[in-house]
């Protein structure tokens, strides 16, 4: 029996994250997702995923030091972002092609997890703003992963309630199970392979739209709406012409997906103190009027809203353009990734599935010259 996409088969045992789809719920190192992105810092997240536990104060310092001295880039970065840049500036695709094409070069100084995990923001950095014809700028060592993120992207030191917003989408997208990019990571780990190589693969695997794609369109759906008293006529005329609703039901959740009640709560406060209201509100009736009618048109079918919607307006009020995005998430994803490689290589075998040959048998070789013009 074949399953197609792996759907239903456990390839490997993990402490790092589970996912209950039934019961909606996520857990992340032991810890429910609601309790812990909202608080911790992502380099505590990390730190509990490499590590197994919360840093204490000194490790938290130790390590939070030791990513921030790690942020330069290599000598042969930037003369290739300078060149994918003025190839294909920032278009939606662009910045996940320039991050797996840099990405590799971070070998040429370090393999070093921290060196990978703080060099991945200042890839996507640097080739933003030379896409949008700025110079990139150097890292600060005095601001933590997520504010330094912002700095390099802007120019301005961000205000806490957006760092906090930013900080908190970043624990939430830090691992997900055993999805397509943390299995592909998985798989090229267990050949015996790099971790750099390993996290270039998984790269790769996101930038798929069915993986890492998603939040744009939900996006472009409530800027399509524009105002409130659109959203029921518009998200009818989708439902009628059998258009899925991007940002409602999920392929796991069966329920509420629990990061967007995380996400939920950070985009309010985020944008009560520092962005659009307007824009927010706006966003709000779109999801009351889209369960509404999810559930008027497909009862039962217990589409809710996803992680995607709320991601959306988070990096919409963080002031980032869609195509920063998915690059985003690979910023959150990479330590999980590392994570599951360090996890794989402690009890190794490698990942080696079988397929069933379905294709003809039993041809007869032709010599070219009798195979006809």
């Given at each position: 029996?074949v399953?197609?996409?792996?759907?239903?088969?456990?390839?490997?045992?993990?402490?790092?994250?589970?996912?209950?789809?039934?019961?909606?719920?996520?857990?992340?190192?032991?810890?429910r997702?609601?309790?812990?992105?909202?608080?911790a810092t992502?380099?505590e997240?990390?730190?509990?995923?490499?590590?197994?536990?919360?840093?204490?104060?000194?490790?938290?310092?130790?390590?939070?030091?030791?990513?921030?001295?790690e942020?330069?880039l290599?000598?042969?970065?930037?003369?290739?972002?300078?060149?994918c840049?003025?190839?294909?500036?920032?278009?939606v695709?662009?910045?996940?092609?320039?991050?797996?094409?840099?990405?590799?070069?971070?070998?040429?100084?370090?393999?070093?997890?921290?060196?990978?995990?703080?060099?991945?923001?200042?890839?996507?950095?640097?080739?933003?703003?030379?896409?949008?014809?700025?110079?990139?700028?150097?890292?600060?060592?005095?601001?933590?992963?997520?504010?330094?993120?912002?700095?390099?992207?802007?120019?301005?030191?961000?205000?806490?309630?957006?760092?906090?917003?930013?900080?908190?989408?970043?624990?939430?997208?830090?691992?997900?199970?055993?999805?397509?990019?943390?299995?592909?990571?998985?798989?090229?780990?267990?050949?015996?392979?790099?971790?750099?190589?390993?996290?270039?693969?998984?790269?790769?695997?996101?930038?798929?739209?069915?993986?890492?794609?998603?939040?744009?369109?939900?996006?472009d759906?409530?800027?399509?709406?524009?105002?409130?008293?659109?959203?029921?006529?518009?998200?009818?005329?989708?439902?009628?012409?059998?258009?899925?609703?991007?940002?409602?039901?999920?392929?796991?959740?069966?329920?509420?997906?629990?990061?967007?009640?995380?996400?939920?709560?950070?985009?309010?406060?985020?944008?009560?103190?520092?962005?659009?209201?307007?824009?927010?509100?706006?966003?709000?009736?779109?999801?009351?009027?889209?369960?509404?009618?999810?559930?008027?048109?497909?009862?039962?079918?217990?589409?809710?809203?996803?992680?995607?919607?709320?991601?959306?307006?988070?990096?919409?009020?963080?002031?980032?353009?869609?195509?920063?995005?998915?690059?985003?998430?690979?910023?959150?994803?990479?330590?999980?990734?590392?994570?599951?490689?360090?996890?794989?290589?402690?009890?190794?075998?490698?990942?080696?599935?079988?397929?069933?040959?379905?294709?003809?048998?039993?041809?007869t070789?032709?010599?070219?010259?009798?195979?006809?013009?």
């Amino acid at each position: 029996m074949v399953d197609a996409g792996l759907a239903g088969v456990v390839a490997a045992e993990t402490r790092l994250s589970h996912v209950d789809g039934e019961r909606g719920e996520l857990i992340i190192g032991a810890f429910r997702v609601g309790d812990l992105a909202p608080r911790a810092t992502f380099e505590e997240v990390t730190w509990l995923l490499w590590h197994g536990d919360l840093p204490t104060r000194r490790e938290l310092t130790t390590f939070t030091a030791a990513l921030a001295a790690e942020r330069a880039l290599p000598d042969g970065a930037l003369p290739l972002l300078r060149q994918c840049a003025a190839g294909a500036p920032n278009t939606v695709a662009a910045p996940m092609d320039a991050l797996r094409i840099a990405a590799g070069t971070i070998s040429l100084a370090s393999a070093r997890p921290e060196a990978i995990v703080a060099r991945v923001p200042t890839i996507v950095a640097a080739f933003w703003r030379l896409g949008c014809g700025l110079e990139p700028l150097a890292p600060r060592a005095d601001l933590d992963h997520a504010a330094n993120f912002l700095y390099m992207l802007s120019g301005e030191a961000p205000d806490p309630e957006r760092t906090r917003a930013l900080q908190t989408y970043l624990n939430t997208a830090i691992d997900h199970g055993l999805n397509a990019s943390t299995f592909t990571c998985r798989v090229i780990t267990s050949t015996g392979s790099d971790l750099v190589s390993a996290v270039v693969g998984a790269i790769g695997a996101l930038k798929g739209p069915l993986h890492g794609g998603a939040p744009g369109p939900a996006l472009d759906m409530v800027f399509e709406i524009g105002e409130a008293a659109r959203a029921e006529a518009v998200l009818r005329r989708k439902l009628d012409a059998g258009e899925k609703l991007m940002g409602f039901g999920h392929r796991v959740y069966r329920v509420r997906d629990p990061r967007a009640d995380v996400l939920a709560a950070a985009a309010e406060r985020m944008y009560a103190r520092a962005g659009d209201q307007a824009f927010y509100q706006l966003a709000r009736r779109v999801e009351t009027e889209a369960l509404r009618l999810l559930e008027e048109y497909k009862p039962g079918r217990r589409l809710q809203t996803n992680v995607e919607f709320y991601t959306a307006l988070v990096l919409h009020g963080l002031g980032f353009d869609v195509p920063l995005f998915t690059p985003t998430f690979a910023i959150a994803r990479v330590s999980g990734w590392i994570a599951h490689a360090i996890e794989q290589q402690r009890a190794n075998r490698i990942i080696r599935p079988q397929a069933d040959y379905v294709g003809p048998r039993d041809r007869t070789w032709v010599p070219l010259e009798q195979r006809g013009d």
